[in-house]
């Protein structure tokens, strides 16, 4: 589908220059060229209408990013599915039933959460947690690094990568704004305050009308996940009270006759 929208996060990065500063903060590199930066995302990639994930090649190292708002302990599986389509798209042209080895890009995962719910400031996610035998050397796995860039954590990497700051100063004002007032005057006030004070004020001006939808449609998904969590939950709870109630009156009804037998 071609209407699909980058997420605001995406936005920022999919451009090599800000894409390589947000390499080398992650990575300890300090190259200037974005030259040495091949992007390679997969189109087919997209989580709730919108995409939100990342992949580029450099110094034969293959990088998946992914931003997410809420916590996701599916990712490594999902980013399996990735993988596996960038190394197809990679090796489209080469003998993979020939005896000459076939060389590939080393893979590396992370992940970029900035939602509501309390999480680490780092953490590893791991394939083999899903699998439903746990093994002590798994012959498949795939770890992923899971960073929280909200206020107070890894500041050292949003210092070091000023577009990642600045993104979260802004996801921070839409949020406190939102508290206040309606979620479309919370978007208008933090877009205009931020290119006031300098805050991604080149990317605001630009896309100051793409940032203003794409916030409002990532509230409204964040909002709608939380009500389908929600009402999952409350389901499960009088599914669950429905059940224990019948079987206690059914246990009882039989303990009754059970009792009503015996002392006929």
């Known amino acids: 589908n ?9 936005m920022l990065f999919r451009e090599k220059r800000e894409l390589l500063e947000l390499y080398n903060a992650v990575s300890g590199r300090c190259y200037t060229d974005p030259k040495r930066l091949e992007i390679v995302t997969l189109e087919g990639a997209v989580y709730l209408g919108m995409k939100n994930d990342l992949a580029f090649l450099i110094d034969m190292n293959l990088y998946l990013f992914e931003h997410q708002s809420t916590v996701n302990r599916n990712m490594p599986f999902r980013f399996l599915q990735y993988v596996s389509a960038e190394y197809g798209k990679l090796t489209v042209s080469e003998n993979l039933y020939g005896s000459k ?4 890009p080393a893979p590396h995962f992370m992940v970029f959460y900035n939602g509501t719910k309390t999480c680490a400031e780092c953490r590893e996610l791991k394939l083999s947690d899903a699998f439903l035998v746990r093994e002590e050397t798994p012959e498949l796995e795939l770890r992923e690094q899971v960073f929280n860039i909200n206020k107070g954590f890894n500041e050292d990497l949003k210092e070091q990568c000023k577009t990642l700051g600045e993104y979260m100063q802004y996801v921070d004002k839409v949020r ?6 309606s979620i479309n005057h919370a978007v208008d006030r933090a877009v205009d305050e931020c290119i006031e004070q300098d ?3 080149e990317f605001l001006q630009k896309e100051k009308a793409e940032v203003k939808h794409m916030s409002l449609l990532e509230y409204d998904a964040e909002l709608a996940l939380e009500i389908a969590k929600e009402s999952a939950a409350e389901r499960g709870f009088e599914e669950g009270t429905a059940k224990g109630l019948a079987k206690g009156l059914a246990e009882g009804t039989a303990k009754g006759l059970a009792k009503g037998l015996a002392e006929g």
């Open 2 to 10: 071609n209407h699909y929208k980058d997420t605001v996060f995406r």
């Open 101 to 104: 080895l076939i060389r590939i």
């Open 176 to 181: 406190n704004y939102a508290k206040e007032m």
């Open 199 to 201: 805050v991604l004020r």
